[in-house]
């Protein structure tokens, strides 16, 4: 056996040498290292019997050992060339001789560039494996100071993460001046505590560590070494990391606490959860998207509407929060917007609480919570849904109370006369449009008269345009919860309230109409843009190109895909009638509920539309000032709305380009900052800004139908593409600009967010396009990066596949 440390050596103070080198030289210092033997590559072609014998003397006979690469060209601080030569695990030890072309299969991975000092590393398998994976000591995409922990606690195997070929992966952020107290799994804790013994042995704090632990959770060590390539992070940035860490740590302490007017007794943050920012803005927007957003919607906007429904009426909290500018969701403001007028604060308080602790239970539901969370309408499975959710949330008088009010809240929603809300919403959004139909195209000189316009045109867009949309929107909720309901209960079919949902003509049927009419020199592309030009992939990102910016990408392009048939929708409701008047004496009949419905979902999409005009108008009002100030939209994109529309009335004392300058760069600073503060979708409390979870969504499938293709992935500003035809497009997030996917022929559709009553979700139920809205970053992230996809929604299931 060589000397285990004899060619381990220090350089600047970091151990250097082989990954054998290393490996004993982390067995000497007391660490659980599996029993290793390594031997240099000439001495294996020179004298192979007495390595063989050497062997022999180290393991029984039969032991299953891993045939491990220990390369000189691999694992330096320069370059690790991780995965570049071969390791092989379950070999059976001398005599079986599939040993010997183990060790002649991993020599023969070195390739041309072999050393006869080369080395070959031989371990003893570690048996009853309950956890295995690998540390990083930084993180990979920008050496922020995090511990990232890849593990697999379910498979028993050593190599499912480092081959990324195993059937469960998770991942867990952990700040680096983590405590103790800060983990909910000591296996966890155990294995971050000796990344950290490690860095101190070693000498350097950008190791590669592989590892597993037994059942009997002992830990062991079975790779130590240098993460590859030259830091991209300042000491200084770690500094301010640490600053900003703990002013966010204090925020979330502040917030947790309990609030005036607001019901339960903590909180939880989310970046889908009922407005889902991460969806319409993305998880890293800009400053003037976020703002943006914030001013539209999160500010008042979305409880107005509620309270204008029967709902709970709030004091002036906001939906959105924002943390190192990355907007996450208030879920106990959210669910206290769900409870209905006159419901005692105690009961409120109980059923907040109760919602809460369910969502931290199920954090899979955080893009569902209207659906698998809180209950925020009497459907016909009402007391069903009840006993399975949270059935000791309430005393029986107080739920009995509570139903009460909330279903004469429900069955008020059900009035489709002029005074009920969903009426009053869509003519409000309608006054709207016919201001857009009289307003002048033409965009003003003088600056100051270009934020007036914007400025008019973003409170238009707020009275008549989020405001009635968020009304309408939660009328669709109302209906897509009737219609699950009626399925769970066995009054209708799953394949029926399908058919449902793609019988509802929408914008987009008009869209794509719209679009193979231009294609087809049926309609002028003029009169198209005129109905279409304002909308762009990312609605609140002035980065975004509209239609009008590319009118000679219209014409061009794949052959299109055909505008949803028009059908109708007609089926036997006798089972649906009897179930609803067994709910509901004297209310609304199954035609009733489905006619509620149909309005509801065609006028959620089409009020989007209508207020998503004055939006792209206003934000380029924005773009021509900047044009005139010197400040590009690249420039434009760091500032928020207030401080550019704030300079009208509080003129700078210098040229618009230089008095914003400084605030361009502290927004660019800030989402730098931002960029390397790990921060997971849901947090629960102070704690998970040390240790974040990267949760694991459940997708929402769409159609029943199964596809297997070419995956085609697209950036959030992509705004014509080639090759979409026949393949599953995989999009972070989506909003209307993308509808041109629907014509361009696409086998399905994935996205990282999204919900099951999202845009996305409705677009391809109409057209009938299969595909797994919301499916979580991990899932997302493997899909993407494959080369095709299995897409089956009938049985739940998205894998990556190698070929289509």
């Not at 320069?78 to 390791?87: H, K, P, Q």
């Not at 703990?246 to 959860?273: C, D, H, K, Y």
């Not at 602790?357 to 007391?383: G, Y």
């Not at 949309?469 to 769970?488: G, Q």
Request: net charge negative.
């Amino acid at each position: 056996m060589a000397n285990p440390s004899a060619h381990a050596s220090r350089k600047n103070g970091a151990l250097s040498g082989t990954k054998a080198e290393i490996l004993a030289y982390v067995a000497e210092a007391g660490f659980g290292v599996p029993r290793s033997v390594h031997f240099e590559v000439g001495r294996w072609l020179d004298d192979r019997a007495s390595v063989i014998a050497e062997i022999s003397g180290a393991f029984r006979a039969g032991t299953p050992l891993a045939v491990r690469s220990s390369c000189r060209r691999e694992d330096s601080e320069e370059s690790s060339m991780a995965g570049a030569f071969l390791s092989l695990l379950d070999v059976p030890s001398h005599p079986d001789p599939s040993f010997e072309s183990s060790v002649d299969a991993v020599i023969e991975s070195y390739g041309a560039g072999l050393d006869p000092l080369d080395q070959v590393l031989v371990q003893e398998m570690v048996r009853d494996v309950a956890m295995a994976g690998v540390v990083m000591t930084r993180d990979l995409g920008d050496d922020s100071p995090y511990y990232v922990v890849g593990y697999d606690d379910e498979s028993g195997r050593t190599d499912s993460v480092t081959g990324g070929n195993g059937p469960v992966s998770k991942t867990v952020h952990v700040f680096r001046l983590f405590r103790n107290t800060d983990f909910d799994s000591q296996r966890l804790l155990q294995v971050v505590r000796t990344a950290r013994q490690l860095e101190s042995h070693l000498g350097s704090d950008r190791l590669d560590i592989e590892f597993c632990l037994d059942r009997a959770d002992n830990i062991h060590v079975l790779q130590a070494r240098p993460i590859g390539g030259s830091s991209r992070w300042s000491s200084e940035m770690d500094e301010e990391i640490v600053d900003k860490v703990s002013f966010v740590e204090e925020a979330l302490t502040t917030w947790n606490r309990p609030q005036e007017g607001i019901w339960g007794r903590r909180t939880i943050l989310g970046v889908m959860p009922d407005w889902n920012p991460a969806e319409i803005i993305g998880v890293h927007p800009r400053p003037l998207s976020a703002s943006l957003y914030r001013d539209l919607v999160t500010r008042r906007s979305w409880s107005l509407a509620r309270e204008s429904m029967g709902y709970r009426a709030l004091p002036p909290v906001e939906l959105m929060v924002l943390l190192a500018g990355r907007p996450y969701i208030d879920v106990r403001a959210s669910f206290n917007s769900f409870l209905p007028t006159g419901i005692p604060p105690d009961t409120g308080a109980r059923l907040v609480d109760a919602w809460l602790d369910r969502l931290e239970s199920h954090p899979e539901f955080h893009d569902k919570v209207e659906f698998e969370i809180a209950q925020t309408v009497v459907d016909p499975a009402f007391e069903k849904t009840y006993r399975e959710r949270t059935p000791d949330a309430l005393r029986s008088n107080e739920f009995r109370q509570w139903s009460e009010l909330l279903s004469d809240l429900t069955l008020r929603c059900f009035n489709l006369g002029p005074d009920g809300s969903l009426a009053t919403a869509i003519r409000a959004a309608k006054m709207l449009e016919e201001k857009q139909a009289h307003r002048e195209r033409r965009l003003p000189e003088r600056p100051g008269d270009l934020l007036a316009r914007a400025d008019s045109l973003l409170e238009e867009a707020r009275i008549l345009g989020t405001r009635p949309f968020a009304v309408i929107a939660r009328h669709a909720f109302i209906a897509e919860s009737f219609l699950r309901s009626a399925v769970a209960m066995g009054a209708m079919g799953a394949g029926q309230a399908t058919d449902f949902r793609r019988s509802v003509r929408t914008i987009s049927g008009e869209f794509g109409k719209s679009l193979r009419a231009v294609r087809e020199g049926r309609l002028d592309i003029s009169r198209f843009l005129d109905r279409f030009g304002h909308l762009r992939p990312g609605t609140y990102d002035i980065l975004s190109p509209r239609y009008a910016d590319h009118p000679e990408s219209i014409p061009a392009g794949d052959q299109p895909r055909s505008a949803p048939e028009e059908r109708e929708f007609a089926a036997d409701l006798t089972d649906f009638d009897e179930l609803l008047a067994s709910r509901f004496p004297g209310g609304p009949d199954g035609a009733a509920v489905l006619e509620h419905g149909r309005l509801a979902i065609a006028a959620r999409e089409w009020s989007k539309f209508v207020f998503t005009r004055n939006l792209s108008d206003a934000m380029e009002c924005i773009a021509r000032w900047g044009e005139h100030s010197g400040i590009s939209r690249e420039d434009l994109s760091w500032l928020d709305i207030g401080s550019i529309l704030d300079s009208r009335n509080r003129p700078p004392l210098r040229s618009p380009k230089e008095w914003f300058s400084p605030l361009v760069e502290q927004g660019r600073r800030t989402a730098k900052v931002g960029q390397g503060l790990k921060l997971g979708y849901l947090i629960r409390s102070p704690r998970d800004v040390y240790v974040m979870p990267r949760h694991r969504s459940a997708p929402n499938f769409v159609t029943t139908r199964r596809v297997s293709a070419r995956v085609l992935h697209l950036d959030g500003r992509d705004f014509e593409a080639v090759g979409t035809e026949g393949a599953i497009v995989c999009i972070r997030n989506a909003d209307p600009g993308f509808d041109w996917l629907f014509s361009r022929g696409i086998a399905g559709l994935v996205t990282q967010f999204g919900g099951a009553n999202s845009h996305m979700a409705i677009r391809c139920t109409e057209y009938g396009i299969p595909a797994a809205i919301g499916c979580g970053e991990q899932l997302f992230e493997s899909v993407r990066s494959a080369p095709a996809c299995e897409l089956d929604a009938e049985r739940k299931i998205l894998r990556p596949l190698e070929t289509p």
